[in-house]
């Protein structure tokens, strides 16, 4: 069986052998002592930042647990894009940091993210609005919301629309609350800001402005970020109320999408249970609904031909 040291130094050989010197702005004059394709060993070393025979020993698997300012270094200087640098670093059993702009290798690579991250937005939120009979929304590491859809805004007990910061609406909705049900306002103001210090780069000034913002104002928020709690989101309940059927416990579930920009809640009830019966009503409602507005949207369709031709 490979070793991680063996298949790491294999995978830089190859990504090395892969470049030509123009690809990482070297001159790209006749050099007669360049007989194979590809980068030097020194001039990957260079450009890295670290020395040659530290690079050597590397691709020679003789060197262990290289630090991920190294692999960081390393991907910059093979213009890995941020997969294949997320990919080097789980080879040596490290966690790839979780900041993007961290893993991008060049400014090429970083707008292509971009490009796919916005496109990956875009089709979630296609997808959830299409989402008549399940309450989803999707957010973004920060706990912005990227994507609702009419169920999830009709069950959700704070206001939750595209912009919105899920922290924030949570935290706003624990003060408005005051003294009621405040120990559930707490638990989840607690569970919220846990999962944004697990998720978030710490180095976002979105995260650095939203925590001073609302450490100034919610003593829970303060004492929960102060701890260091950090903990993913993946499912829970979720206390609602749904007239006519008073306070209702609801599951949800939350999804990674791959790359780690985006996270998709859903939320629903078991079979037979009184949030299923909600859900279903909030469905029925929201179809009512939309086919009234259709219904008036032809009813003025109608009057604006008849006004046109009358006059």
């Known amino acids: 069986m490979s070793t991680p040291q063996v298949v790491l130094g294999t995978f830089l050989r190859a990504r090395r052998g892969a470049l030509l010197p123009g690809d990482v ?79 991008a290798g060049t400014v090429a690579a970083s707008a292509g993210e971009r490009d796919d991250s916005d496109e990956a937005a875009s089709g979630l939120a296609a997808l959830v609005m299409q989402w008549t009979t399940a309450p989803a929304y999707v957010s973004d590491r920060v706990q912005e919301v990227v994507a609702v859809n009419d169920m999830a805004q009709a069950l959700v007990p704070f206001p939750l629309t595209p912009g919105v910061n899920l922290v924030e609406a949570v935290v706003r909705g624990a003060i408005a609350a005051g003294t009621e049900r405040s120990e559930h306002w707490e638990q989840m103001v607690r569970r919220v800001t846990a999962a944004l210090r697990y998720h978030s780069d710490p180095d976002d000034p979105r995260l650095q402005l939203l925590v001073a913002s609302l450490s100034a104002s919610s003593r829970v928020f303060r004492s929960t970020w ?9 499912g829970g309940d979720l206390l609602a109320l749904v007239e006519p059927f008073g306070y209702v416990t609801f599951r949800w579930q939350t999804l990674e999408v791959p790359g780690g920009e985006y996270f998709l809640t859903t939320m629903f009830g078991e079979a037979g249970s009184p949030a299923s019966a909600a859900i279903d009503y909030l469905s029925a409602r929201s179809r009512l609904a939309r086919a009234l507005d259709a219904d008036a949207d032809a009813d003025a369709g109608r009057l604006g031909r008849s006004g046109r031709l009358s006059g």
């Open 25 to 103: 702005g070297l001159a790209e004059a006749v050099d007669s002592r360049r007989r194979v394709g590809g980068l030097r060993r020194e001039e990957v070393a260079t450009i890295a930042g670290i020395s040659p025979e530290y690079y050597l020993r590397l691709e020679q698997a003789k060197a262990h647990n290289p630090s991920p300012q190294v692999l960081l270094a390393l991907g910059r200087a093979l213009v890995l894009d941020a997969d294949a640098t997320a990919y080097m670093f789980r080879l040596v059993g490290q966690s790839p940091p979780q900041s993007a702009s961290a893993l």
């Open 226 to 234: 102060a701890s260091h709690e950090a903990r993913p989101q993946r």
